[in-house]
């Protein structure tokens, strides 16, 4: 088993935002979280605590427009450096999935870091927004993330009224089923998790 560090630093910057994500996948849920947007950062310091990674994010973006840019781009950066740090992915479980309950919602999330990105979003909302975000950017948050990561993801809203209790369960399911599909696999620690040899393109 490689004692490598599996750990990621990304930089993304446009005319639209300035991005710096450091990730360490074998860390213990700590973060510093700054995008400007308060319910984002809400939602990385979720991700964070529950996968156990630990986390940095620096977001700079035209707040002042919308905040579409910076939520997209800021899961495109961690969705890198997600990607970044597994390296050639030797070694990990691959596959994680959470059942979350929160009150009365209950979300499912299902992922394979299998390197070929696909995306699957069964979640509805009842409101445009959650305080000043709206609510159709998670949707892009959620899938800018999976196609930088090379992860296949499904996440679905079984049921819920209240439109922050869907949200923040939709996070935690994907952190807990990150903190699964990461780990490394004990029995199979030297092994690419594929019979092909290799994670991307074909199974």
């Known amino acids: 088993m490689s004692t490598k560090p599996r750990t990621a630093t990304v930089e993304r910057n446009t005319h639209e935002t300035k991005i710096r994500v450091s990730v360490n996948l074998d ?3 700590g973060y510093k979280v700054a995008t400007g947007i308060g319910f984002l950062d809400h939602m990385m310091e979720q991700l ?3 996968s156990l990674i630990d986390l940095t994010v620096e977001a700079k973006g035209d707040l002042h427009i919308d905040y579409h840019h910076t939520t997209e ?3 495109i950066a961690v969705g890198q450096a997600v990607s970044e740090a597994l ?12 059942l979350i309950p929160m009150d ?7 992922l394979d870091l299998s390197g070929r990105p696909y995306w699957v979003w069964k979640v509805e909302f009842s ?5 000043e975000m709206d609510t159709e950017l998670f949707k892009e ?8 990561a090379g992860a296949t993801l499904h996440v679905e809203n079984l049921y819920g009224e209240n439109n922050h209790h869907i949200i923040e369960s939709c996070y935690k399911g994907l952190a807990r089923s990150l903190r699964e599909a990461i780990a490394i696999d004990p029995r199979k620690s030297d ?3 594929s019979t092909k040899g290799t994670l991307g393109g074909s199974l």
Do not use: C, M, N
Request: charged content about 25%; hydrophobic content about 35%.
């Open 87 to 98: 390296g050639d992915r030797k070694g990990i479980t691959r596959y994680g999935s959470a």
């Open 191 to 193: 092994a690419i998790p």
């Open 127 to 131: 409101k445009p927004k959650l305080g």
């Open 73 to 75: 781009d800021v899961g």
């Open 141 to 148: 948050w959620f899938q800018a993330f999976a196609l930088h």
């Open 48 to 50: 964070s605590r529950h």
């Open 27 to 29: 860390g213990s849920g």
């Open 104 to 110: 009365e919602t209950l979300s499912r999330v299902a």
